[in-house]
């Protein structure tokens, strides 16, 4: 129920809603605000509680069905976040404190979230546990998001590009594409895109609108924090949201390619040809924005994607992560272009932050990447760990720079 | 503080007038107070700090004795007990901007004062010392005296007031090649959609990731009689003995393992596996031949394409970019290769 | 990079990798083009025996690139991006 600027969550009935699922062994639910002197850790997503007022349907393939989304009335739930917690032993995970040096270097810790901790079934798979928690965030969003539904909302913001037809029109204007590079392979590395892992995908247009709705959705478990996009970021994407915010002004926003990272060179080779292909000739940009996910060989699928583009003409700008020595010596990237002049760094993500005791914690007795117990001492972590304060889409103040 | 920074002078036989060219070979010797340059450097140091001494050394003489001449200059220096020391600056000067680097980084390791010289980038001094020293970035001639001193006593004062030191465009020094995180403004996203729109306008845009600079290494000379060889194996990919008994990390590893291949047609998964985390093991671990192909190599051995395959196999777990660890890592095998007479390597990564 | 450090050394050594692109970025001397990231000269899709021999081959390939005289800056490589079954 919403009364105000205040959201009240029955805990018993979203419990129960979240239990259904037999795949768990127990879930706990836990509220946190910003400032509140506790540290969350296991955090495995975030998301943005959100649900479809008409026009279609929400987080599609797992709430919704497989219809297009993008279009119609989203109510949103800005300020609130849904953690999804457990613990995925030999996996990855990320700790979130919400005060402190470590609160003042992501976005998330500014939100109010509903934690999800769960158990998972003893003998069930990392993966089907995976799909379970995946799922409970998605219900648990919704669920929330539903109390808004009869309410009139705070703010309204309109979203809409014209199909590509009416935007040939010539308006002096630059044309802008947003190059997505996602990362998607084995079970713990997915990201969905309306319910599917389509992993060998070829790159294909997608309209901004779509993520808004949860058309994509990450399973991406198996990756450190600071090396993939969460859910909430996914959703609320700042490339997408600065580009619709000039668009009509300052630049023509003519839509998103989505293209996978590979695993052979001759995969990445023709991945980025077809995505600049589209960019180019379906498109008809003049400048294109890529981001990435993931470490390492992704940066050739960049670096190969820039090189495309810049050969056909198209100018490009990027966003990457330096992956240094925590003392910040190194090579930034293993790979490189000479035509990638005009790239965007969002830090280091090997730097250490020294995180202070807390007096609680939530989220589980042991961790799954191996920092031991007890996990209210002051630590010392990489920055990575913390979801969101390395952002591949840059939804983040922290950069890397020259000292 | 009240008292004044007590700065010593490091310079060439040139500015130490003791002559050109032809005194360059003089040994280093060290004189009180400010000489030629130096003058400039007192004036600029005004009531905050003094030249107490100047240590003069012929760039021939550091060039063919380095380890000889440091020796002597640390001897010179040490008595004094400076706060700072300014070398140079050396401008485009090859042989005395070695010398500047070499003083100011020992200096700094040795004896833990603060230091700072001055170079034009393509200075070969600059190289050899850019982490670990602040180099000013000067001008290619001493035309610009003025202006590379003034900038050095100003980086030199912060460091001996142990002030927090900027960014090398601000404070006027060649990159170390060390970075850190810092907060910006704007979010990224918003600063790549500013340089992208700057970019297609033909305006100057913002680049925050350079390529990186690698040094090339002559190639080796190549094996001349492939039948009479002996190569060796070595990966990065992880692969250790099951159980992992040396405990190697698996990832980003400090150490490597020295494994014996004697008596060994073929790798098999019951013995070896791979325990590198930053790659799905699947594969390697089915049949560790896909990683280290001792059975081909055992195979050639054979039938004499190669002549023996050198029983030991060296692994580590290698991610490209932790340069220090693998520079290391590389020399200790490369010795240890150089010492068994290994005439070819094989090296595999994932 | 251990290629580097090896050769610096005066023994020629060449680097099998999937990711050449990178090799090439940090200057190593001899780059041999493997088959896939996780299995540089394995072929795990192929029957036992054509990995083997394709195994043989690469690494052949390598070999020979070691008793081959390289010029400094010109970087050779074997291999190209497919797959040689």
């Known amino acids: 129920m919403i009364q105000g600027q205040t959201l009240f969550v029955n805990l018993k009935e979203l419990r129960e809603i979240i239990a259904e699922d037999p795949r768990f062994s127990k879930v706990e639910i836990e509220i946190v605000h910003p400032g509140d ?34 279009m119609g009335k989203t109510n949103v739930l800005k300020g609130v976040g849904v953690v999804e917690v457990g613990l995925m032993k030999g996996s990855q995970c990320g700790i979130l404190d919400m005060k402190g040096p470590g609160s003042t270097l992501t976005y998330y810790s500014s939100l109010h979230h509903i934690v999800l901790i769960t158990d998972p079934k003893p003998g069930i798979d990392q993966a089907e546990y995976s799909y379970a928690l995946k799922m409970a965030g998605l219900k648990a969003a919704t669920y929330l998001a539903k109390a808004s539904v009869s309410i009139e909302p705070d703010e309204l913001k309109v979203y809409e590009i014209p199909p590509l037809s009416r935007s040939s029109i010539k308006t002096g204007l630059p044309r802008i594409a947003y190059l997505y590079i996602t990362e998607c392979h084995e079970p713990l590395k997915e990201p969905f895109i309306y319910g599917d892992n389509p992993r060998r995908f070829f790159p294909t247009i997608f309209h901004p609108n779509e993520f808004m709705d949860g058309a994509m959705v990450s399973c991406l478990y198996d990756y450190s924090p600071g090396l993939k996009n969460f859910t909430y970021s996914i959703m609320n994407n700042p490339v997408i949201e600065g580009l ?19 695993l052979n060179l001759e995969e990445k080779k023709r991945s980025a040809s077809m995505a600049a292909k589209l960019i180019r000739f379906v498109l008809g940009a003049d400048g294109v924005l890529i981001t ?17 583009c810049e050969l056909l003409g198209i100018k490009s700008s990027l966003i990457n992560c330096e992956m240094l020595s925590p003392d910040g010596t190194g090579n930034s990237m293993v790979a490189f272009s000479k035509f990638a002049n005009c790239i965007i760094s969002v830090g280091n993500i090997e730097e250490m932050v020294d995180l202070p005791p807390v007096e609680r914690v939530i989220g589980g007795k042991e961790m799954a990447i191996g920092i031991k117990g007890p996990f209210d001492r002051p630590m010392r972590i990489p920055i990575r760990l913390i979801p969101n304060a390395i952002s591949h889409v840059g939804f983040t103040h922290v950069r890397g720079e020259e000292f | 503080m009240a008292q004044k920074v007590r700065v010593i002078h490091y310079i060439n036989q040139f500015f130490g007038q003791v002559g050109g060219e032809e005194k360059a070979d003089i040994a280093p010797f060290s004189k009180e107070g400010p000489i030629g340059p130096g003058m400039l450097l007192r004036h600029l140091l005004g009531e905050k700090g003094e030249v107490i001494a100047t240590i003069v050394c012929g760039d021939t003489y550091f060039a063919n004795n380095i380890e000889k001449a440091k020796k002597e200059v640390l001897q010179l220096l040490a008595p004094h007990k400076p706060d700072l020391i300014l070398a140079g600056p050396a401008f485009n000067a090859g042989r005395y901007g070695i010398a500047c680097g070499e003083v100011c980084k020992l200096a700094k390791e040795e004896l833990g004062i603060e230091t700072v010289t001055g170079m034009y980038p393509e200075n070969p001094g600059v190289e050899l010392c850019r982490r670990e020293v602040y180099i000013i970035e000067t001008g290619s001639s001493a035309r610009n005296m003025t202006e590379a001193m003034a900038k050095m006593v100003q980086l030199g004062f912060k460091l001996a007031f142990k002030e927090t030191i900027g960014q090398p465009q601000k404070e006027g020094f060649l990159p170390r090649g060390i970075r850190r995180n810092t907060i910006s403004e704007d979010f990224g996203s918003e600063r790549a959609i500013r340089a992208l729109l700057a970019k297609i306008k033909g305006e100057p845009f913002s680049n925050e990731i350079k390529p990186p600079l690698f040094d090339q290494v002559r190639p080796a000379p190549p094996i001349k009689d492939l039948s009479h060889s002996i190569i060796a194996l070595v990966t990065e990919g992880g692969l250790v003995p099951k159980g992992n008994p040396d405990h190697i990390e698996s990832a980003r590893a400090t150490r490597y393992g020295v494994y014996s291949l004697e008596g060994l047609d073929r790798l098999d998964k019951e013995r070896f596996e791979s325990i590198h985390m930053g790659y799905d093991t699947t594969f390697v671990n089915e049949d560790p031949n896909r990683l280290v192909p001792v059975d081909v190599m055992r195979e050639m051995e054979q039938e004499g394409v190669i002549g023996a395959l050198h029983p030991y196999l060296y692994t580590t777990t290698g991610v490209a970019t932790f340069v220090e660890n693998s520079k290391k890592i590389g020399r200790d095998i490369a010795k240890t290769l150089k010492e068994a007479e290994v005439s070819g390597v094989i090296l595999t990564s994932t | 990079m251990l290629e580097k450090e090896i050769e610096r050394v005066g023994i020629p050594a060449v680097l099998i990798t999937a990711l050449t692109p990178v090799a090439k970025m940090f200057g190593a001397n001899r780059i041999a083009q493997g088959i896939g990231i996780t299995n540089p000269v394995g072929n795990p899709k192929a029957s036992p025996d054509e990995e083997k021999a394709s195994r043989k081959r690469l690494v052949t390939a390598a070999l020979q690139l070691l008793t081959e005289k390289i010029e400094e800056g010109i970087l050779p490589t074997v291999g190209s991006n497919k797959i040689d079954l």
């Open chain 1, 244 to 262: 619709y915010e000039r668009h009509g002004r300052e630049l023509i926003f003519v839509g998103v390619v989505v293209a996978n990272t590979h």
């Open chain 1, 292 to 308: 990435k996910e993931g470490g390492g060989h992704p940066d050739i699928d960049l670096m190969e994607c820039c090189e495309q």
């Open chain 1, 37 to 70: 002197n506790v540290r969350v850790i296991n955090v495995l997503d975030v998301i943005e509680p959100r649900i479809k007022v008409e026009g279609g349907e929400i987080f599609p393939g797992w709430i919704g069905g497989t219809g297009i989304v993008g």
